[in-house]
């Protein structure tokens, strides 16, 4: 059979609320996360014998294959289907890692989207959700690639939101930021808490609305980022100056920044200025959805 394939879409955190620190050091996050049309894309060949393969842009900077999150998907998913069939995994790897973008919890997902296609099970499957849970916090939202509001440590999933169509262009500086070591520098002791503003209930769907409401709910994951990385507040400089840019925002804990416009003609344009002004950064105009 000719292998199956599905996108890995990169996961944007909207807003980033950080409500607390749990007693077991796990952090307590509220945030809207949309989904863009950029991303990885991964196949599965069924008739090849078990493993991973990875090329593009990104690969090298993936790590070893044998740590990567596609793998410990398929693994989840036989302790949940002993019986199901698996296969030979490629990855091609476009989104840079360590970028706030969930890329490696979108591939692991797609990798749970066609294992479930391969064994029949609907996309809902209680064992795919189960599997997603247990590979990693962001992995239950890449699963169906909706827009919803996140809650818990990312296990507690709203009901899919019909946000409208956001034109957007990302930026990554090619700076590699670890999760932990910015939840280190955001610095909550266990048990304490982090007040800040609410998402609106409910939240509003129309377009100008909407963006003022993700405006008033903050990333509290960006202070710390910028003092482990600087360079992101160089990004958010650069594109928040440009005047096609309505609203710029880190993503998840860094380093890509995401502005967003008009429409997409807005965002190409922008994504063509940065990329003048920093060949060597990563810039994709897309949209969020």
């Known amino acids: 059979m000719q292998p199956l394939v599905s996108r890995a879409r990169a996961k944007i955190n909207l807003t980033l609320r950080v409500t607390g620190r749990r007693p077991d050091g796990f952090h307590d996050l509220e945030s809207l996360v949309a989904f863009a049309g950029a991303g990885d894309l991964v196949s599965l060949d069924a008739d090849a014998p078990p493993g991973l393969s990875v090329s593009g842009p990104t690969a090298a900077a993936a790590g070893p294959a044998g740590d990567n999150l596609v793998l410990r998907a398929a693994h989840a998913f036989l302790i949940e289907m002993p019986q199901g069939r698996a296969g030979h995994f490629h990855l091609l790897k476009r989104l840079p890692v360590a ?72 930026v990554n ?8 070591a910015v939840f280190g520098a955001l610095g909550l002791a266990r048990g304490a808490t982090l007040p800040g503003p609410a ?34 507040a160089d990004a958010m400089a650069l594109i928040g100056a440009a005047p096609e840019a309505r609203l710029v925002r880190m993503s998840g804990s860094g380093a890509t920044v995401f502005a967003l416009t008009d429409d997409c003609r807005a965002a190409a344009a922008l994504a063509k200025r940065i990329r003048a002004a920093r060949p060597l950064w990563w810039v994709r105009p897309t949209v969020l959805r």
């Open 99 to 170: 970028a706030g973008l969930g890329g490696g919890s979108a591939d692991a997902a797609a990798a749970l989207r066609l294992l479930g296609r391969l064994n029949g099970l609907d996309a809902d499957d209680p064992r795919l959700i189960a599997a997603a849970r247990a590979t990693g916090s962001d992995v239950p939202v890449c699963l169906a690639s909706r827009a919803r509001l996140m809650t818990g440590v990312g296990d507690l999933l709203g009901p899919p939101l019909p946000l409208p169509l956001l034109p957007a262009v990302l």
């Open 173 to 180: 500086c090619r700076v590699a930021v670890p999760t932990a």
């Open 199 to 232: 998402h609106p209930d409910p939240l509003p769907l129309e377009r100008a609305a909407l963006e003022q409401a993700i405006e008033s709910v903050p990333n509290d994951l960006e202070p710390p980022a910028i003092r482990v990385a600087p360079a992101i």
